[in-house]
């Protein structure tokens, strides 16, 4: 037996301490080095490995070195309270939030679309009503919970190691997951998300009423703007994006 | 690996064994196969993130999300670790707790919280550790009095007991004999690596080890034939070479049981 007891506390603090920190010396704690490694490893790559699933781009766009760095800080200094696993990469994004990555201006961006795609794949959503056949004019038509626009400055969906944008370009991408539980995207163009931010905003309304009040926020006739509205609401129609509310 | 599962016949195995934390809130087409696989066989629920010896709050949270998540898929048998995964947020992954009066009477007060929430008991497994923490009393008189304490259930982990005895220098048949009878409600064996002759790293990564069958054995003859879990987490093999290490399982089960009989 070891001479004295310690402090449950004290004892907690300074092996949590060694393992987030590998520069720590061990001061109460008596061990080896090599046995601490073994938690250090252990633990910074089941870290590295739920960051590095979620955020492959990011990784790879980072370089190993400098990613590892991140990982690394991650682990060491952000204090992450979700005890569920998937939603470490919340933590991540959050902690990511936080950091200032001023030479690769759109890693936040980026983070946060890998999330999104992630989300889209693994979230428990149970709406999941059955494709519109039609859309009537007179029907008060939503977006699905299954269907996520988000609007980035960068053109995040293209980013790879390959490809680093050297300046921002206005993005719009919508990511849903089908009936099938297929998850995909596609771009949309100013227009339509505008046209979506307008459908779910505010009580619901008769779609027609709705292009209405598009035409008046954004001063266009309504005549011209019906048709272009309908071919895109019927586009997301066949994806299985639309439903009817309050039926 | 998921879909080796799902294409298991009925009676390859008799339970699976799942991380809730791996689970919970997850929808999609994982949500999908997770549901079919129950459809296969019944759901044990082995816990990661309760950490039930840490100085930080029990998270009720969390034990709510459990609670539903048992009644939705009907567990009734949920193990945590006797260790902790958190020190001011989580770590997700287990530490050893000093062997210490104090942190048995801590761990026994949080169980006690815990399986009164919850309604059910908590079974609590023994941990491989790879630094030392005997102080007042050694491992095994700890987990004895954290039972004694709180009322617990076990899970006797044969292989963590083996990583132990080599990591630690104990004898592991002892070890078995003197846990707490009528406590061991579950078992578990995996592979394991090593590190060095006298540093062994329990992974879940490889073939089970001719000793831990040894001690899977003498664990049946000393604690009677428990619900027994393969467990492996990465580097599979062909799904056969799996099962055929569950029908290991099974067949020092019967040969334990033929010896109890004949006795």
Redesign the interface.
């Known amino acids: 037996?070891?001479p004295?007891?310690?402090?449950?506390?004290r004892?907690?603090?300074e092996?949590?301490g060694l393992?987030?920190e590998p520069n720590n010396s061990p001061e109460e704690?008596?061990?080896e080095e090599?046995?601490?490694k073994?938690?250090r490893e252990?633990?910074f790559n089941?870290?590295e490995g739920?960051a590095s699933g979620a955020f492959p781009v990011l990784k790879d766009v980072l370089g190993e070195d400098r990613w590892t760095r991140l990982v690394r800080q991650f682990?060491r200094d952000?204090?992450?309270?979700?005890?569920?696993?998937?939603q470490?990469s919340e933590e991540f994004l959050t902690f990511l939030s936080q950091q200032e990555i001023d030479d690769i201006p759109y890693a936040q961006e980026l983070a946060h679309w890998e999330w999104m795609e992630l989300h889209?794949?693994?979230?428990?959503?149970?709406d999941c009503p059955e494709v519109l056949a039609h859309i009537d004019l007179e029907d008060c038509i939503g977006l699905r919970d299954c269907a996520w626009p988000v609007a980035y400055q960068w053109p995040v969906h293209q980013i790879s190691s390959a490809y680093l944008p050297n300046e921002p370009v206005a993005t719009f991408l919508m990511v849903y997951?089908q009936m099938d539980?297929h998850?995909g995207f596609i771009e949309l163009n100013p227009m339509s998300y505008l046209l979506l931010e307008t459908l779910s905003t505010g009580e619901p309304l008769a779609l027609k009423g709705r292009i209405a009040q598009f035409c008046q926020t954004h001063s266009l006739e309504y005549q011209a703007i019906e048709g272009p509205v309908m071919e895109v609401l019927n586009q997301w129609r066949q994806l299985g994006l639309l439903k009817v509310i309050g039926e | 690996m998921l879909d080796d599962l799902a294409n298991l016949n009925e009676g390859d195995v008799d339970f699976f064994e799942l991380?809730p934390?791996?689970w919970?809130?997850?929808?999609?087409?994982?949500?999908?196969a997770f549901r079919q696989l129950n459809e296969k066989a019944p759901f044990i629920c082995h816990g990661l993130?309760?950490s039930i010896g840490?100085?930080d709050p029990l998270?009720m949270a969390?034990l709510k999300?459990l609670k539903q998540f048992f009644k939705e898929y009907d567990i009734t048998l949920y193990c945590e670790h006797l260790s902790?995964c958190s020190?001011?947020?989580?770590?997700?992954?287990l530490?050893?707790?000093?062997f210490?009066?104090?942190?048995a009477c801590?761990v026994a007060e949080r169980v006690k919280r815990v399986q009164d929430f919850l309604d059910m008991p908590l079974v609590l497994e023994n941990v491989s550790a790879?630094?030392?923490?005997?102080?007042?009393?050694?491992e095994l008189a700890f987990v004895n009095r954290v039972a004694e304490l709180s009322g617990c259930q076990l899970l006797l982990d044969v292989n963590n007991v083996f990583v132990n005895s080599v990591?630690h220098g104990f004898d592991p048949f002892d070890y078995i004999s003197g846990v707490s009878k009528d406590r061991v409600r579950y078992i578990h064996v995996a592979g394991h690596y090593e590190?060095?002759p006298d540093?062994l790293?329990d992974t879940h990564g490889a073939d089970v080890k001719e000793e831990v069958w040894q001690l899977l054995a003498h664990a049946y003859r000393i604690h009677g034939v428990q619900p027994t879990l393969l467990e492996r987490d990465f580097n599979f093999p062909d799904i056969n070479e799996l099962l055929a290490e569950v029908g290991q399982i099974r067949d020092i089960q019967r040969e334990v049981s033929h010896e109890a009989k004949r006795a």
Not at chain 1, 4 to 9: I, Q, R
Not at chain 1, 120 to 126: K, M, N, Q, S, Y
């Open positions: 037996m070891k004295s007891a310690p402090d449950l506390h004892f907690q603090s092996l949590s393992i987030r704690i008596e061990t090599r046995r601490l073994v938690y252990l633990f089941n870290v739920f682990f952000y204090h992450a309270k979700t005890p569920l696993f998937l470490i889209a794949d693994v979230t428990d959503t149970l997951r539980w998850v | 991380a934390e791996n919970i809130n997850v929808g999609g087409r994982f949500g999908r993130s309760l840490s100085h998270d969390f999300q902790y020190h001011n947020g989580h770590m997700y992954d530490m050893p707790l000093p210490t009066e104090e942190a801590h790879y630094i030392e923490a005997k102080y007042e009393m050694d990591n590190e060095a540093l790293v």
